[in-house]
């Protein structure tokens, strides 16, 4: 069998996300499988363990929902080891639901009976700002998970926009991937320029944060704790403003018009934001530009600030808005490249899926507007930007072509940063 | 003088507002002492202070929510004082229920996050009070009692599991050592299936190391391949890594 046949059959994407694993082999088609990237270490004290025997050190998948116990526990016990996009080198639980993880992953598509089958080629992927020493882990994880089930025939790693980028077809671009914990603008050249990227320290849970306290301060402080009506409050009435004050003025003015109501399905729950519909603007504009002064209240209340904190080797900022955090990764570059950077910019993660209501258009706008306006008033004009059609698995996409094309023979190189890495004489 | 740090925070707000501190030796209480007192025209304030041990560690948050109850009817405002990284740990549905007030210390000052309401001061004397704690310790020794009964009868259910819990434990083991043994037979299996296919194949010929690289795939060979496979110019960018360009 050659390679380009073994590969149609065996090649098989990792995408690591901050929220959810994105897992498969080539023959999945369009999409991946998806589960929680996510660990439960069960309290091994309980009587029930110690009758039973114990169970696993770690359980991931739908399995987690048996064990979860009292709220305060979770904090302790439910462990998101990608949550920031770096996991620190000492984090051993981290890596154990990892490891867990992966070979979930691998052992999920064993191939049933079929003699050509000795190991996928696995295309992983990680955040642009992963440091090198993550890169160590996930492969000793890969030579583990291969020592006990044959399952890994090689093994490379990429960083997650530059997946993005060969997803979507555009070998020259600027990748925005914002995640649930931080958001990465990356600039790609046929390479992922790495000594470009900029980290920023904010994500969708930025949003879910600012959600709260807007339920919090419209009465439904006992909904505002629920992470998941909180999210789901967010999805539905969520808006991106073109100009946050005068949006604030037009839903003021109209309030009918504005007005935010969501019913949480299956419950008796119904939210009414009424005269404080103005506030919905202020979900999407904390994402894009953190620095606009009607913020300042909030922190100021004790809604913490999104600060600049150092993960590992990586700086990620906390209050840089958007289309600052694109010219200071373009103008990293050389500047011949600049312009060719600012036609293809990408968004991808599902921080960037914001709805405009037909009767809002003007006043709110989708997240590609919003950037653009953000470059323009910087003086950026000449810019193309689109938002990655199903964002959620183009890195799994991006991964299944680059271990699909990349030839076997070149074998990676800590240089470079990529090739193939085998575990097998 | 003024105190530095968490109390100096506590001190300067309740200053702002009226209150003057108070010297805890001054208070006749048999209930145990707040962490700071103060006094003002609204009437009297104690403040119990929170630890970080608060993360996690539901005994310490009992404790304490037990010790600013038997203060609650002490004072007329009683409040708990968190810092900031302890606040989200803190029920405050609870403090709610007990009239207690919370407090958040951090860098921006001290913020009110719940306000405690005023309560009138008790008066009871030490008559009244006798026969009241008496009522008290014998209805929590006969619940104590029901609860060892309960306890005891627990005990001997376990103990009649427990050879039953043994023998699982065998069984789980050899389970555990069996489903290793297959997988480890699978892979060898597998990978003696994938030699022998080899050797019976014709030897492929050798390729020098410069030669160039396959071409990209063309149409037909992408036939069957997901959609966006099709058109992408990174299969041919990809397919020549590895021949000495260098990334930026």
């Known amino acids: 069998m050659s390679e380009a046949e073994y590969k149609r059959k065996f090649t098989f994407g990792e995408d690591y996300g901050t929220s959810f694993y994105k897992f498969g082999p080539i023959t999945c088609g369009e999409r991946p499988e998806v589960i929680e990237n996510r660990g439960y270490f069960p309290d091994e004290s309980m009587i029930m363990f110690q009758l039973m025997g114990r169970p696993r050190e770690v359980v ?68 642009s700002v992963a440091p090198r020493y993550m890169y160590e882990r996930l492969f000793e994880i890969h030579r583990r998970v291969d020592e006990e089930t044959g399952l890994v025939r090689a093994i490379t790693i990429i960083p997650q926009p530059l997946a993005v980028a060969i997803a979507h077809k555009t070998p020259t671009c600027v990748v925005i991937e914002s995640g649930h914990g931080n958001t990465q603008v990356c600039p790609v050249s046929r390479y992922p320029i790495r000594r470009a990227v900029v980290a920023l320290n904010r994500g969708g849970g930025d949003a879910n944060a600012m959600t709260s306290q807007i339920l919090y301060d419209a009465g439904y402080g006992d909904l505002a704790k629920e992470e998941t009506i909180v999210r789901m409050v967010k999805e539905a009435i969520g808006l991106v403003p073109r100009d946050l004050d005068e949006a604030i003025r037009a839903a003021k003015a109209e309030p009918e018009k504005f007005r935010a109501v969501v019913k949480i399905p299956g419950t008796r729950i119904t939210i009414d934001l009424g005269d404080e519909s103005w506030a919905r603007f202020l979900i999407g504009e904390y994402v894009f530009n953190p620095k606009h002064e009607i913020f300042q209240s909030y922190f100021a209340r004790g809604m913490p600030r999104p600060r600049d904190v150092k993960i590992g080797d990586v700086l990620f900022r906390g209050m840089l808005d958007f289309g600052e955090a694109i010219i200071e990764a373009v103008e990293k570059c050389p500047v011949e490249l600049q312009p060719y950077l600012y036609r293809e910019v990408l968004l991808s993660g599902g921080n960037f899926q914001w709805r405009v209501p037909p009767e809002l258009e003007g006043v709110a706008v989708d997240s590609s507007t919003k950037i653009k306006l953000l470059l323009k008033e910087k003086g950026v004009e000449e810019v193309s930007v689109e938002v990655a059609s199903e964002p959620k698995f183009s890195v799994w996409r991006g991964c299944i072509i680059y271990g699909y094309a990349v030839p076997d023979r070149f074998e990676w190189s800590w240089d470079r940063m990529e090739g193939w890495m085998k575990f097998r004489p | 003088m003024e105190m530095e740090g968490p109390l100096g925070q506590v001190e300067r707000w309740f200053k702002a507002r009226g209150f003057q501190p108070l010297e805890l030796d001054e208070l006749d209480l048999r209930a145990g002492k707040p962490d700071m007192a103060f006094e003002g025209p609204q009437g009297t304030v104690f403040v119990v202070f929170v630890g970080r041990e608060a ?194």
């Not at chain 2, 990284?85 to 009110?112: Q, S, T």
């Not at chain 2, 009522?135 to 259910?157: H, K, P, Y």
């Open chain 1, 60 to 127: 991931i998948g739908d399995e987690i929902a048996q064990f979860l116990g009292a709220r305060e526990e979770l904090a302790e016990r439910l462990v998101y080891p990608m949550r920031n996009g770096v996991i620190e080198r000492d984090d051993e639980r981290a890596w154990r639901v990892v490891e867990e993880i992966t070979r979930y992953g691998l052992e999920r598509f064993r191939p049933k009976a079929d003699p050509a089958f000795d190991g996928f080629y696995v295309c992983a992927s990680l955040s």
């Open chain 2, 55 to 248: 993360i996690g560690n539901r005994s310490y948050f009992a404790d304490l929510l037990m010790r600013a109850s038997r203060l609650r009817g002490k004072c007329n405002f009683l409040y708990l004082a968190t810092p900031k990284v302890v606040a989200p740990f803190m029920d405050v549905e609870v403090l709610r229920k007990h009239a207690i007030g919370l407090l958040v210390l951090g860098d921006e000052g001290v913020i009110e996050a719940l306000a405690s309401p005023y309560k009138p001061v008790e008066q009871a004397g030490p008559a009244q009070e006798v026969p009241e704690g008496l009522e008290l310790l014998n209805d929590v020794l006969s619940r104590l009692s029901a609860i060892e009964q309960r306890l005891s009868a627990l005990e001997g259910e376990v103990m009649g599991l427990r050879p039953l819990a043994g023998e699982l434990k065998a069984l789980r083991g050899l389970r555990e050592q069996v489903r290793k043994l297959s997988a480890r037979l699978d892979v060898l299996s597998r990978r003696v299936d994938s030699l022998s296919a080899r050797l019976a194949a014709p030897a492929p010929p050798t390729r020098p190391v410069t030669a160039p690289s396959p071409p990209a795939p063309t149409a037909p060979e992408l036939e069957g391949l997901p959609s966006f496979f099709k058109d992408n110019p990174w299969l041919e960018i990809l397919a020549r890594r590895g021949q000495g360009e260098v990334p930026a």
